[in-house]
């Protein structure tokens, strides 16, 4: 997500970095550049607007003509009003009410409501450790609800069972009875999209709003609609106590103008990040973070929370303990593989990191892309453990039995062994706590000619 935005900003700053002093001229022609940037990431022209006439007179100040690196303050004028227009801090989902806590889930047909709303579900029982059960209020798409019951059973979360020919507003009496039988803390309401709005849709989701008096009514759009969700959010503001945004299918969006239109015109706290289509694809929304990764800051916090959240804790313990005793096998290798493939793989790991245009950038030279992770997999599942544990025995026989066993050639199998070297080289350093100044450096170039 903010791909785009990243890169026109990054190329704005870079050049802005480089002037000893601003003036009026250059500060007029830095914001031509930031406007054509977010107008270009599908930001609405009223936003668009409103932030550039909010940072004009902060760029003219005299702190920015007389400071000795002005880049640097551009960027803090940028990053602190990118912020102001995302929210300023997460707002967390209000669960401050008598169990069993009603929240609904709203928005066009073909969002996500429904996955979104599995989706919450187990991020709640995960991270609040609460009691949830999910009902289907969508009488109307074929197969709606048997969708959401699905990914109830998918996922071990509690669904109401559905009774055929019942109003959305019966299920709604009925979801709340069972919930307190069941002892379900919390009540997840998905309710039915259209293609468009319109008065029914309006009339019925009001109607239901009077009888369950939700804590949260969560709008649900897709990032991928730009300006359109901007004026959905409009529209449901208008009929509900509209609370928080879920922004869906944001891993497919480059440009990113949906996030900075839809918390300005809504004036509502966007709450979660779709990322992705698995039920664990949901982040928290943090606008300080955000902001750090539109201006290509790198968000190593979230990182490192995916980190702790995605990999096997006990296994990067087991090799932290080997590499202070100076070991590294090819078993730890894979380990490493598959853990990067858990968290998104290198594009994934590298969408956190500083400067991220710049490594993509080295990435697309060295030609890297995610089947180096794949056929490096099956390279070394080709091996013996012998061979794992000691690749300095794998000689020319040894490599071309690997090479079929794996699909692949000599040369595969050499690129392999040079960048495990590399590779147990550079661990090592870094279990010594020789890590200062590889955030900033980015990907080593080194490790990118070893894969060539």
Same mark, same amino acid.
């Given at each position: 997500?903010?791909?785009?935005?990243?890169?026109?900003?990054?190329?704005?700053?870079?050049?802005?970095?480089?002037?000893?002093?601003?003036?009026?001229?250059?500060?007029?022609?830095?914001? %031509?550049?930031?406007?054509?940037?977010?107008?270009?990431?599908?930001?609405?022209?009223?936003?668009?607007?409103?932030?550039?006439?909010?940072?004009?007179?902060?760029?003219?100040?005299?702190?920015?003509?007389?400071?000795?690196?002005?880049?640097? /303050?551009?960027?803090?004028?940028?990053?602190?009003?990118?912020?102001?227009?995302?929210?300023?801090?997460? =707002?967390?989902?209000?669960?401050?009410?008598?169990?069993?806590?009603?929240?609904?889930?709203?928005?066009? =047909?073909?969002?996500?409501?429904?996955?979104?709303?599995?989706?919450?579900?187990?991020?709640?029982?995960?991270?609040?450790? #609460?009691?949830?059960? /999910?009902?289907?209020?969508?009488?109307?798409?074929?197969?709606?609800?048997?969708?959401?019951?699905?990914?109830?059973? =998918?996922?071990?979360?509690?669904?109401?069972?559905?009774?055929?020919?019942?109003?959305?507003?019966?299920?709604?009496? %009925?979801?709340?009875?069972?919930?307190?039988?069941?002892?379900?803390?919390?009540?997840?309401?998905?309710?039915?999209?259209?293609?468009?709005?319109?008065?029914?849709?309006?009339?019925?989701?009001?109607?239901?709003?009077?009888?369950?008096?939700?804590?949260?009514?969560?709008?649900?759009?897709?990032?991928?609609?730009?300006?359109?969700?901007?004026?959905?959010?409009?529209?449901?503001?208008?009929?509900?106590?509209?609370?928080?945004?879920?922004?869906?299918?944001?891993? $497919?969006? $480059?440009?990113?103008?949906?996030?900075?239109?839809?918390?300005?015109?809504?004036?509502?706290?966007?709450?979660?990040?779709?990322?992705?289509?698995? *039920?664990?694809?949901?982040?928290?929304?943090?606008?300080? %973070?955000?902001?750090?990764?539109?201006?290509?800051?790198?968000?190593?916090?979230?990182?490192?929370?995916?980190?702790?959240?995605?990999?096997?804790?006990?296994?990067?313990?087991?090799?932290?303990?080997?590499?202070?005793?100076?070991?590294?096998?090819?078993?730890?290798?894979?380990?490493?593989?598959?853990?990067? #493939?858990?968290?998104?793989? *290198?594009?994934?790991?590298?969408?956190?990191?500083?400067?991220?245009?710049?490594?993509?950038?080295?990435?697309?030279?060295?030609?890297?892309?995610?089947?180096?992770?794949?056929?490096?997999?099956?390279?070394?599942?080709?091996?013996?453990?012998?061979?794992?544990?000691?690749?300095?025995?794998?000689?020319?026989?040894?490599?071309?039995?690997?090479?079929?066993?794996?699909?692949?050639?000599?040369?595969?199998?050499?690129?392999?062994?040079?960048?495990?070297?590399?590779?147990?080289?550079?661990?090592?350093?870094?279990?010594?706590?020789?890590?200062?100044?590889?955030?900033?450096?980015?990907?080593?170039?080194?490790?990118?000619?070893?894969?060539?």
């Amino acid at each position: 997500m903010f791909e785009n935005l990243t890169n026109k900003f990054e190329e704005i700053f870079s050049s802005l970095k480089k002037a000893p002093s601003l003036d009026e001229k250059q500060v007029e022609e830095g914001l %031509r550049d930031i406007r054509q940037a977010l107008l270009e990431a599908d930001v609405s022209l009223e936003v668009v607007k409103e932030f550039t006439s909010k940072i004009k007179p902060k760029l003219l100040g005299k702190e920015i003509i007389r400071s000795t690196s002005p880049g640097e /303050m551009v960027v803090k004028i940028v990053y602190d009003e990118i912020v102001s227009f995302l929210g300023d801090s997460n =707002q967390e989902i209000n669960l401050k009410k008598v169990p069993p806590v009603p929240i609904l889930v709203v928005g066009l =047909q073909g969002s996500g409501k429904t996955t979104t709303s599995a989706k919450i579900a187990k991020f709640l029982e995960k991270n609040n450790k #609460k009691k949830v059960m /999910m009902a289907s209020l969508d009488v109307y798409r074929p197969a709606a609800q048997e969708q959401l019951r699905l990914l109830g059973e =998918q996922n071990n979360i509690n669904t109401l069972p559905v009774i055929e020919g019942q109003l959305p507003t019966d299920i709604c009496q %009925r979801a709340i009875n069972a919930a307190n039988l069941n002892g379900s803390e919390i009540i997840i309401f998905d309710t039915a999209g259209r293609t468009q709005i319109d008065l029914q849709m309006m009339s019925e989701i009001k109607q239901i709003e009077n009888i369950i008096k939700p804590s949260e009514i969560l709008l649900v759009a897709d990032s991928l609609t730009g300006q359109v969700a901007a004026n959905v959010a409009k529209e449901f503001m208008n009929t509900v106590s509209l609370t928080g945004i879920v922004l869906t299918r944001s891993d $497919g969006d $480059g440009r990113g103008g949906a996030a900075l239109s839809m918390k300005y015109v809504s004036n509502v706290p966007i709450k979660f990040l779709g990322v992705g289509e698995k *039920i664990d694809n949901l982040e928290v929304f943090h606008p300080d %973070r955000i902001a750090n990764r539109i201006l290509g800051m790198g968000d190593i916090v979230s990182l490192v929370e995916k980190a702790a959240e995605d990999l096997d804790q006990e296994k990067l313990k087991k090799t932290e303990e080997k590499l202070k005793k100076g070991q590294f096998s090819l078993d730890d290798y894979l380990s490493q593989l598959r853990q990067m #493939k858990k968290m998104g793989g *290198i594009e994934g790991v590298m969408s956190f990191l500083p400067g991220v245009s710049k490594i993509k950038s080295q990435m697309d030279n060295a030609g890297v892309d995610e089947k180096i992770i794949t056929q490096n997999e099956a390279v070394i599942l080709s091996m013996t453990k012998k061979e794992r544990e000691n690749p300095k025995i794998i000689d020319g026989s040894r490599k071309k039995r690997i090479a079929n066993g794996s699909g692949t050639d000599m040369a595969t199998i050499n690129k392999l062994l040079k960048q495990f070297k590399m590779m147990s080289e550079m661990m090592k350093k870094m279990s010594k706590g020789n890590m200062k100044g590889m955030a900033e450096k980015g990907i080593p170039p080194e490790l990118f000619n070893q894969l060539k």
